[in-house]
């Protein structure tokens, strides 16, 4: 039932986020549909290819107003693709409508993206002859936004319990998250997820910005797990962006600095995935406990990826119970121990596998002054 922005420049990986969201829905019951508004067509063929390659098209419902289509069809898509996911949040399983007896769908809507819908919007009003405003737009855009998106929500048991969850996008120009349309949605949603173009191109992906981007549902749409390890994690990154600004100005720095700028490099590198690779919660959890109690300071930063993949098959394989306790509750300390211990007997093997570049270069220049006494 949250509605969370995915806001950012062009080309950033906005709509990736939101098409990763739908793919991680592959083993859940939950029914997506996917606004396109304003794209190209190629655009939708080539992510409607993408749903059906790994899975998930015959669980979600596209709705497609290209940039081919008229103003009033690109204005009227997302109120189409909220009217669908409605349906699965007020009904059943069969379609009848849900109650307390007869629990009601959950539904995810992907609004890509309301800037485009806006312009669509301005278009109409101003050819039927309405006042521009702000920027040009009608006066009542805003509330055009909030219309649209206070319709996602979640029901009382009473009602089924369904819900419908929103995931609109909106592209900034330059980064100008104050422009109208940015800020009008902002203040609508329960949060946002802020793309950095110049993380992007740094190789930082998902390239969220965890300083500016919020939930403002906070912890409570967390995992009680996730909470507990995940809680100082932007602390941390925003505190290893301020360190990494300063460090680069001086050379001669503390020990707790350098901790905290070689901490912080890892779990940065922790937070990079590729495209329709999203870990399960019960792994990002597992992952993240790793990081936090300082497994990954000593590897190198080109081998934290490959650590946390070969973690996460690990565990899939080998501790499917102590998964499922990860993602049922907060983490006992007794479960905290179990966990240190097969996440150090893994690292264990891991290291024999994938050798650090201190230990090859140490094993080199052994060879090397065992060849030159044998000389």
Known sequence: GQRELIIGDRKTGKTAIAIDAIVNQAKTDMVCVYVAIGQKASTVAAIKGTLKAHGVLDKTVIVAATAADSAPMQYIAPMAGAAIGEYFMYNDANGNPADATHPGGHALVIYDDLSKQAVAYRQMSLTLHRPPGREAYPGDIFYLHSRLLERACKLSDANGGGSLTALPIIETQEGDVSAYIPTNV?????????????????GQRPAVDVGISVSRVGGDAQLKAMKQVAGTLRLDLASYAEKQAFAQFGSDLDASTQYQLSHGARM?????????????????????FAGKEGYLDDLDVDQVCTFRNELATYMQERHEALRREVRGGKISDNTAERLKGH?????????????????LEAEAALTASDDQGKA
């Not at 902002?186 to 740094?202: V, W």
Request: glycine share 2%; no cysteine.
């Open 186 to 202: 902002i203040s609508i949603t329960d949060g946002q997820i802020y793309l950095q173009s110049n993380l992007f191109f740094q």
């Open 268 to 288: 940065t590198e922790l937070l990079k995935q590729p495209r329709y690779a999203a870990l399960d919660v019960a792994d990002q959890i597992i992952v993240l």
């Open 343 to 359: 996440i150090a007997s893994f690292k264990k093997q891991f290291l024999l596998q994938h050798p650090r570049k201190a230990d």
